[in-house]
């Protein structure tokens, strides 16, 4: 009887709810973007520009007639003096009833008033109650770790990086010119042999009829045209391509993280087997993930099939080193901590896997190849197999930099004087507050910015944000 009536009690207090959200504005509420604080998530009115020098297209915030307006691929400056087309707002949901048996979650897209101008605001949830969030180095930490974002989440916050290989179409003298790859079908392709040079791929501002320049990656991004600030260099960093192989031999991956450079190597047999390293750190090691996957697939899984295209994927982002074929996950590693001295001088150690991978002599060899990469992004070699890429995208990691004036609260005050462990510019969320950041760090007013309110309160939230998408 009891029972019966606490059901028969909830269920009324639900539909009770329910009319009134209903009542007031209705339970889900169409909105149309405005801003582009959550771009590339979300886009409000938009253009796209086109580079009368180098013809590249890209999206851009709206400007206004005879603006100066920068080539993300070239350089080239040029005034906006014709009309644009007007791209349209995204349009998204709001579930004003989400959050009302369970509370947000984090990198839930969530809807709000503004604490400062009282407008409606969309960011995403990043810090949850109870605990200590800090911006390290365009990194978010939460007590003291860096948060590692979803893989499909960094996709859509990914910023392309404008490159260009040392085969085309931008060829460089010296000592990194490339005779082996060559361009075929929209990519590049080696043909099989003892141990290619390396590919090469750079971000480099072209210009027009010279050789490019290297430049280290920042967080500019191209569709902030009106934005002037501050940039900052990001090591944060992902590689995807199209792969075709032929062959039994291996295929090396470099990709940098800062000034340390780190190494998958693949050896499709028949199955799949791997191992990465640290570049002068570390010795190979067996991934610690995926053991089900990684030379252990059985003969003619699809997993691998040599002479078909496979998507190939790898990382530095969020503090590890990870990498997809074809979709699945085979490696996701925490970087290395940097080693001592006594550590660093040590040779380094044999692997029991070698016999998968490359001779002893070509090891050397690859050895010498390395250190060919230089200011390179990424750096592909290839051992006794005919590699075809294409469809490469290089992209960088979304960053988020500290506010010039960083609004700590007392709460932060008072637990460094506690005795706690000191993080830069940490935050303390007590219970029901939440840290919200914007996908578009660059432009977003939110958590960063909100002085005294920067510890969102649950009551503020009106709802979760469904973009269709």
């Known amino acids: 009887m009891a029972r019966t009536l606490i059901e028969t009690s909830l269920k009324l207090l639900i539909a009770w709810f329910m009319l009134c959200c209903w009542g007031v504005q209705g339970l889900v509420v169409p909105v149309v973007v405005a801003s582009h604080s959550m771009m590339p998530t979300l886009f409000g009115p938009h253009t796209l520009l086109c580079c009368p020098e180098c013809q590249r297209q890209f999206a851009s915030e709206l400007i206004s007639s005879g603006q100066v307006v920068r080539c993300p691929r070239c350089d080239f400056l040029w005034q906006r003096i014709s009309p644009t087309p007007v791209v349209a707002a995204d349009r998204v949901l709001i579930l004003r009833s989400a959050y009302f048996l369970s509370p947000p979650q984090r990198f839930d897209l969530v809807a709000l008033r503004d604490p400062v101008d009282g407008l409606l605001a969309v960011k995403r949830v990043v810090g949850l109650p109870g605990e200590r969030v800090a911006l390290d180095n365009g990194e978010v930490t939460i007590d003291g770790n860096i948060l590692v974002k979803p ?38 392709q080696v043909d099989s042999q003892p141990l290619s040079p390396p590919l090469l791929f750079r971000n480099v501002h072209l210009q027009p009829g010279e050789a490019g320049i290297a430049a280290p990656v920042r967080d500019a991004h191209p569709f902030n045209q009106a934005v002037s600030r501050q940039t900052y260099v990001v090591n944060d960093l992902t590689f995807r391509a199209t792969v075709w192989f032929e062959g039994s031999g291996s295929l090396t991956l470099t990709l940098p993280h800062g000034k340390r450079k780190f190494q998958l190597q693949l050896a499709p047999r028949r199955s799949l087997h791997a191992r990465w390293r640290e570049l002068g750190r570390t010795p190979w090691q067996l991934p610690t993930i995926g053991r089900e996957n990684v030379g252990n ?19 530095c982002c969020d503090g590890r080193f990870g990498a997809c074929w074809g979709g699945r996950t085979i490696l996701d590693e925490p970087l290395p901590k940097l080693p001592s001295k006594s550590i660093e001088s040590q040779p380094e150690q044999s692997e029991p896997v070698q016999s ?15 250190s060919l990469l230089g200011d390179a992004l990424v750096g592909i070699t290839a051992e006794n197999l005919t590699v075809r890429l294409s469809q490469v995208v290089l992209s960088r990691d979304v960053y988020y930099p500290e506010p010039e004036q960083p609004s700590l609260g007392l709460r932060a005050t008072q637990s460094v004087r506690a005795g706690k462990p000191s993080l830069p510019h940490a935050i303390e969320l007590g219970e029901q507050e ?19 309110q920067v510890r969102v309160d649950e009551n503020l939230i009106t709802g979760k944000v469904v973009t269709g998408r």
């Open 151 to 188: 893989l499909k989440l960094r996709r859509i916050l990914g910023v392309p990086i404008e490159w260009t290989s040392n085969i085309g179409p931008v060829r460089n003298a010296g000592p990194n010119s490339n005779i082996a790859w060559r361009n075929k079908a929209g990519g590049y």
């Open 297 to 315: 697939t059985r003969p003619g899984s699809d997993f691998f099939s040599s002479g078909q295209e496979v998507q190939v994927e790898l990382w």
């Open 356 to 370: 998968n991978f490359a001779s002893g002599e070509a090891m050397q060899d690859r050895l010498g190849a390395d």
């Open 434 to 452: 939440y840290y919200l950041l914007g996908d578009n760090p660059a432009v977003s007013l939110d958590s960063r910015h909100w002085g005294d």
